[in-house]
């Protein structure tokens, strides 16, 4: 079970969307891995939601642990693709952040260990200066601000190095841009 929560290396700048729902993560990240001619990792928990939606089922704590493995495995099988950049649509951080917002106090602790050990060049928290658009999955409006600020807290406990990116799409994708710039640069 642990060598599915884990990280492998990986010659590659990573790079992770991080944020609340209906913030432009997808988005950004397919625009990213395309003006960087790369791949993105998408967010698996969308792909496994939908699933169960479709079997009339809904998400509950026992689904946690599933997402987490499902959106490690897909990162470490895309990061053989690429030795440049790697956009991640979500992490395990992320996974731990919702569980902790819809089922508090129950997920996984190795979801915790991992979420703390694997590591990323850097985070793009997500703001929530975008409308909110309903999608069949997303279900908190109200709650925006407050699951705004569990995401912030999540990656200044766990120390993680993040930026974060406000306004429209073209803003957040010309600051993500320079600093993946950056980031690529220094890696030479």
Known sequence: MEKKLKQEAADCI???????????????????????NTVYVPEYSREYAEAKLKKKETLTKEDVLPIAIGQMKNENEFAKRTDSVLICDTDLLETKVYAEVYYPGTYHPLIKKYAAENTYDLYFLTYIDTPWEADGIRDKPNEREQIFQAFQKALIDYNKPYVLLKGDLETRFKKAVKLIDDLLSNKK
């Open 14 to 36: 990573k790079v992770v969307l991080f944020g609340p729902e209906s913030t432009g993560k997808t988005v950004l990240a397919k625009r990213l891995a395309e003006h960087y």
